[in-house]
Nanobody, 129 residues
Framework: QPHLVESGGGLVQPGGSLRLSCVASGFTLDSYAVGWFRQAPGKEREGIQCMSTSGSISTVVDSVKGRFTVSRDNAKNAVYLQMDSLKPEDTAVYYC??????????????????????WGQGTQVTVSS
């Protein structure tokens, strides 16, 4: 059974850093596009960054450019999100997702629409002093 488990969330002060991890089981990530999403209280879930199987990154939220970086380690069947210079507005539940890219669909489009097949349970990130 495909499964994704996130970890690494927590409470951090503004300006601090966190590294989220997402480990897959039941399938191998190297054939899947992967992505990170977040949902803040009272808001809809939004895509942040996604990565293709070739390593191409699509960032769909302008506010994280230059601060967040997605990466993958296929040997560990894992995906990561390095988050630097964190701001209170980054507070949210963060989710990783994985999906096969099909047809002409781009990873950027998948990231913007959230059309991924497999999702983790989420990890809370709170940025506060």
């Amino acid at each position: 059974q495909p499964h994704l488990v996130e970890s690494g969330g927590g409470l951090v002060q503004p300006g601090g850093s966190l590294r989220l991890s997402c480990v897959a089981s039941g399938f191998t990530l190297d054939s899947y596009a992967v992505g990170w999403f977040r949902q803040a209280p009272g808001k809809e879930r939004e895509g942040i960054q996604c990565m293709s199987t070739s390593g191409s990154i699509s960032t769909v939220v302008d506010s994280v450019k230059g601060r967040f970086t997605v990466s993958r380690d296929n040997a560990k069947n894992a995906v990561y999100l390095q988050m630097d210079s964190l701001k209170p507005e980054d507070t949210a539940v963060y989710y990783c997702a994985a999906s096969i890219r099909r047809g002409l669909t781009t990873v950027q489009a998948m990231c913007m629409t959230g059309k991924f097949n497999y999702w983790g349970q989420g990890t809370q990130v709170t940025v506060s002093s």
